[in-house]
């Protein structure tokens, strides 16, 4: 996983906004989203971004999860709340229609459904490493910073968009890209499309945003 | 060996005949679409495994059928297809899961789940203790559709060795409807998988 800090040395940085711009002018040649321009001034926008990230301790919002099976022309639609805690402590769970919990806490990961609980060290997965971070990074937006995809940004009078494709075989396997939607007033995720290979995609909306309210680490605990 | 004799051969005491007046497929399960949790748990070698998803049944306006699996948060671990005439395809399947023996034991599950590609000629039916049994031969072994007062409660793959696959359904209420849960029970490869109905979630 690529640290921050490692991240922040001024030719590290020139060398990947350099990367950045060219692979987003080609992304852009190709697929604009509709409704949406390339953002101007894309320095401005990710300080603007990290500005309003550094402020946000914790996040809790509910969300409803759409999954679109396009060839079928059907929706499997499920509902539950995400929690999200700095630095890297998430919790999703489901409660309809069915109850399913995902917490995931520094290198663990705990999954627990109707019948079992499963506890996973990421630290021995690299794809897992990957899928955990995706998460923390577009709740966070410091997706600029993921190695594992070529991002994109967006934006119309209400949102920014941040398109991300993927930059690896491990990802490209269980991605075609992931479309991060964020309010312009305030940069909350307020939508994430996680489109797979097949043309099938995943629309988590959340609502009822809250930030910086107070999180009980038991959320958070692996058990 | 008696023990061997009688775990080869678990329906060797009834006696089988031919009746055309009727069938098991008249338990064919006809529907538009059905979603079900779905819970896989086993062991290979020493180590546990334990999966849970969705499972998705669909019948196409081709008369085609999509089975489905995948996790909670939408991915897909599989997509089989079986055309009008019980022609199986993989659709897509993670590369976890892309091992012929997973796809065809998983083809085989779902395929006399649902009652797909059956050789009607080779249907013999015995009755016992209240119990028809309706036998098809496979191209390995046997599966027997077990009917209690009229009501589909259990299928069994068998093979030389004896019982493969148990299927037990439960809530198969009408001959043609799917059943509310359904219980598969690997017994050589030493793995379950458990669905449910949901009901409340899809939207068109």
Known sequence: MCELTS????????????????????????AQPKGYQPVNNLSAFQQSLTKSNAAVQTIMSDFVQTKNLSLLADKIKSKGKFYFKKENKVRIEYTT?????????????MVKDEEKTSKINTRSSKTM???????IDCMQGTVFHNTDFKVAAYENSQSYLLSLEPATDAMR??????????????????????????GDFTDMDFINTQHNVALNENLFKIK | MLLFAACASPYKHLHFHEDKSQTALQYKPVYEKQVYRCVVDGKILFKKFHLSGILFFKTMEDKSTRVIFQNEMGFTYFDFKWNGQDSFKVIQIIDQMNKPALVKTLEKDLSI????????PTEKIAVNDGDTFYRFTLSKGYVYYIAHSGKLETIDNTGKGGKVTTITLTGKDTPKGLPDSALFTHHKAHFTIQIKKIQSHVDE
């Open chain 2, 113 to 120: 789940f649902l009652l797909k590609d059956l050789n009607k």
């Open chain 1, 129 to 135: 490493q990957s899928v955990n971070r995706i998460i």
């Open chain 1, 7 to 30: 991240c922040s040395t001024f030719s590290l940085m020139n060398k990947f906004f350099l990367t950045l711009l060219l692979s987003i002018s080609s992304f852009v040649l190709y």
């Open chain 1, 173 to 198: 396997k269980m991605f075609k890209k992931i479309d991060v939607y964020m309010n312009k007033k305030d940069f909350d995720v307020h939508k994430l499309t996680m489109t797979e290979q097949g």
């Open chain 1, 97 to 109: 229609p069915y109850t399913y919990l995902l917490v995931m806490n520094g290198g663990q990961l």
